[in-house]
Structure formats: C-alpha cells, structure tokens
C-alpha cells in the first residue's frame, strides 16, 4: 500500500537584513562604559546602528547623529598605552569612542558621517576615488529621504505669527520655517537677529522648481530639501542662526487672538498638602444646671448656650451670624438677669 505524500517543506522566511550607507566592525566605548565592546555597525540616515553580529536584523543599541558638534581621531589615552586607531564622535549631551581595525576603516567613517550630516562629500580627507563616488551615492539617498520629511522648525503659522514666536520665545530658537503667503504650497523662512543691540527680523522666499527648492536671495541658492535650506541658513551665519524648536517644558499648542500669539506653558499644580488631624480636645466637666430652673425653661437654656458655642454658620444669611456671634455675652449679661428677677434665684445674679 503506497503511503500518502507528505507536503513539501517551505523553508522559514528569513528576515532581510537592513540597508545602510556603510557598514563595519566597530568597537565603542560610551561615557558609562569602562571597556570598549565590538559591534556590527551600520550607517542609515541620521542614525548609526549597533547589531550583536553582521547576521542580525535588529539592532541592539542606536546612536542619534541629529546633535552631531565634531569629529576627531585623536587617541584617548596617547598611542604608548593603546596603539589601535581611534576616532571620537561629539554630541552636544555626550562624547562617544571608537576603535576600527586600519587608517582606511578610520577615515570611512569619518566621511560618511560628515556626509550625511553636513550633506555634503567631505573633501579633506584621506580617500580613494571609489570611496568619494560611495559617500556620493549615500548623499543622493539621504536628501532624497529628507525631501520626503519636513524639519522640525516647520510651523503652520503667519507671517505675523511666526515674527511673534521669535520675539516671545528667544531662548527656542531664531529661524523657522513656515508656509508662503502665495498660497501655491511654497515655503518662507522667517529669522530674528539682534544686530548692534538691534533685533532685525527678515523674511526670505523659497521656491519649489521640480525636486529642488530655491532660496531667493542675490545669488539664488538651489538645495535638495527643505534640510538642506535648515543649513545653508545655519552654515552662511556661522550657526548663529539656530532652528526654532519648542521646549519640552511648553505644550506644542498655538493659541491665537487677534494680534496675540501665545504658547501655553503646562499647567503644573502643587502637591495637595496633607491635612493634619487636629488633636481631639479635652474632655470638659459638664457645667451644673441652673437651681430653681426646671423643665422646658432649663432645656431651653441649655439648646440656647450648645448653640451659641457650637453654631452651623455654614449656610445662615450675614444677620444670624453676628446674632450667634454676640448670643453668648447676651446669654450673660441680659437673659442671666432676666431669669434671676423671674425665679428670684441669686445663683443666676
């Protein structure tokens, strides 16, 4: 009897691995680490990845280029007490070191960072004619994937409103971009500088021709992305023009009037104080009853003092409470007397 065929057996999809720039061994040394530690290493976008091996799909630790300030290849510790090559990457919040295996290695990195953060192929470096031609591919794909992302400092506001901002808001920022008055999808850039004790604010026009964006200035200046607008802006003034970016400690709301523009602070509430429980009083001695007082007339009396001294003045209109308030003097004074010439009892004299 013939056996039933079994189903072919489908290999497992494996996952692809990502796509970078460049990628290498690299060792790296954080500021919390005491020792360097060997990745597989991969550059995409703004951002290097760290992988266990050149085999794994997911990475296991990431580093954000976006805060990039320098990159050096100084020796930490001087060449007598470690002779690897040495490179150290700058952010503004931390300093990261790296080891590689050769000069060559060394100075791959060093370009196709600078390449995708300062979008431009560096030109003082130590690099063959096919390592150029690399880092110029890796600079077409990364302004063609920032054409598609708008920068952070982009504010759907006015003219007005935008002038607004970088006036209030100094400390986020001096330049922001915005959309064109026209109405035909362009895009303005608006800057505030203080010049000889004189803040200047100016507005500059970019147009879309095709896939670049022109910036109208004396010599028209063609860039890529509206990234790349971000940093000829920042390049020409020596980045003294900073993009506009909102705090964290503001809320990313735009409330606006007729000719007021404000950003709302979140509101932050004290802590509820906790209320003490205020020590229960001491038990006092009950107070004698009037001599000669009895029935209705001593209950009378006794509801007429517990009130005095106890009152619910919560809810009673202003004249009962200044009644309750002078009750226990007129219980003293007046009604004492009163009941001493009624019963002709001296106690209550």
């Known amino acids: 009897m013939a056996s039933a065929l079994s189903p072919p057996r489908v290999p497992k999809p494996k996952c692809a691995l990502p796509s970078h720039y460049h990628e290498s061994f690299l060792e790296k040394k954080g500021p919390c680490d005491k020792d360097y530690k060997k990745f597989w290493a991969g550059l995409q976008g703004l951002t290097l990845y760290f992988y266990n091996s050149n085999r794994d799909s997911q990475h296991v630790e990431k580093l954000d280029l976006g805060t990039f300030v320098k990159i050096t290849d100084e020796a930490p510790w001087g060449r007598s007490r470690d002779p690897g090559i040495h490179f150290n990457l700058v952010l503004w919040n931390q300093e990261i070191k790296f080891k590689v295996e050769s000069l060559e290695s060394r100075e791959m990195w060093k370009g196709f960072i600078l390449t995708v953060v300062e979008l431009r192929v560096p030109s003082n470096l130590t690099l063959l004619p096919g390592h150029l031609y690399m880092m110029a591919e890796a600079l077409a794909k990364e302004e063609a994937r920032r054409s598609l992302e708008m920068p952070s400092c982009f504010l759907k506001v006015s003219r007005l409103e935008a002038q607004l901002l970088l006036e209030r808001y100094p400390e986020c920022g001096n330049l922001l971009l915005r959309p064109s008055g026209n109405g ?20 500059y026009k970019v147009k879309r021709e095709g896939p670049k964006y022109v910036i109208d200035v004396e010599e028209p200046f063609s860039c890529a ?14 980045k003294t023009l900073v993009p506009f970016l909102l705090d964290e400690d503001y809320e990313k709301v735009l409330v606006l009037s007729p000719g007021r523009l404000v950003v709302l602070k979140p509101k932050k509430y004290p802590p509820t104080p906790k209320v003490q429980a205020k020590p229960p009083k001491p038990p006092t001695a009950p107070k004698p ?61």
Request: aromatic residues 12%; positive net charge; hydrophobic residues 40%.
């Open 184 to 203: 035909r999808g362009g895009v303005s850039v608006t800057t505030r500088q203080t010049l000889n004790g004189t803040p200047v604010v100016r507005h």
């Open 225 to 238: 992305s509206l990234d790349a607008v971000v940093n000829y802006f920042m390049l020409h003034t020596k």
């Open 289 to 349: 009853e009037p001599r000669g007082l009895t029935g209705g007339l001593a209950r009378k009396l006794a509801i007429s003092s517990a009130q005095a001294v106890f009152p619910t003045t919560e809810f009673l209109p202003p004249l009962e409470h200044i009644f309750l308030h002078w009750a226990p003097y007129i219980l003293q004074s007046g009604w004492m007397w009163g009941v001493a010439a009624w019963t002709g009892d001296p106690w209550c004299s």
